[in-house]
């Protein structure tokens, strides 16, 4: 029995210090998985971090850019001309006469050309 347990003990020790020299792709050292976390955050950094600050810093550009007479669209789908422009709050003039006082980040979008124009057609789906 004791020398089973002995021979038992001797292939175990050789597969762990086999299995310690080799890397398993689940378990590691850190220097092995290090450059695989880096190029993942690399990964993550270029694909959403820094689209999402770039539109941050073009969205706050168009609103500082925001003057007296500018048409705009505010995120509840309402357009208003701008009457006053505040530091944080505009006040827009409705068609029919009626001011609106919104704040400068309820403001989605500057509209350039008639918001009443049709938009240009879809083209026709050619899976027919």
Known sequence: ?????IAASLV???VGAASAQTSSPFGGSLTSMLPMMLAMF???YFLMIRPEQKKQKDKLAMLNAIAKGDVVLTIGGVYGTVYNVKKNT???KMEDGSTVKVAKVAISDK???DPDAEAPA???DKKK
């Open 42 to 44: 690399a990964i993550i």
């Open 111 to 113: 509209v350039i050309g």
């Open 1 to 5: 029995m004791n020398k089973f347990l």
């Open 90 to 92: 505009l006040v827009l």
């Open 122 to 124: 879809p083209a026709a």
């Open 12 to 14: 175990l020790a050789s």
